[in-house]
């Protein structure tokens, strides 16, 4: 299943580069939006994470950790078979954080973006966005250490 996932991804990215080119142009100007995070803005944001996500190949869980060290906001995400990827790349966007990482597959570089978004009742909604695009996931973060 974790297979297909990556597999489906890498297929599409291959198949749709120009797409991919032309969402990741329209991306760049949304990243020009986005303002590097501060300790104070990634507070809400700090701790550990469990997502509960959907996509096109079905429900996945994921871990994400979010943490501050030395004034920088950084972090790591653990889950789809690909063991634990660092995450450097912190903004924030309006109300959510935005947190970018690649990792390897098959010697090709997959970007991906992870955006958590405050929601009524004290809910947190959650994406993952694959390849620019090509496969996204969508669905729920909860807070592992109940703050």
Known sequence: ???????????????????????????????????QVTAADAAPFLGDWSLALDGPNGAQSLDLSISVDKDAVGGSITG?????????????????LVLRYSFDYQGNPIPAMVTLTPAPEGRTN????????????SGTATRKDKK
């Open 80 to 96: 789809l078979g690909m063991g634990t990827q660092s995450i450097t790349d912190v903004t924030k966007a309006d109300k959510s």
């Open 126 to 137: 959650a994406q993952i966005d694959f390849a620019g695009g090509a496969y996204v996931m």
């Open 1 to 35: 299943m974790i297979r297909n996932v990556v597999a489906g991804i890498v297929l599409v990215a291959g198949l749709l580069t120009s797409s991919v080119v032309a969402v990741a142009a329209r991306a760049a100007g949304v990243t020009q939006a986005a303002t």
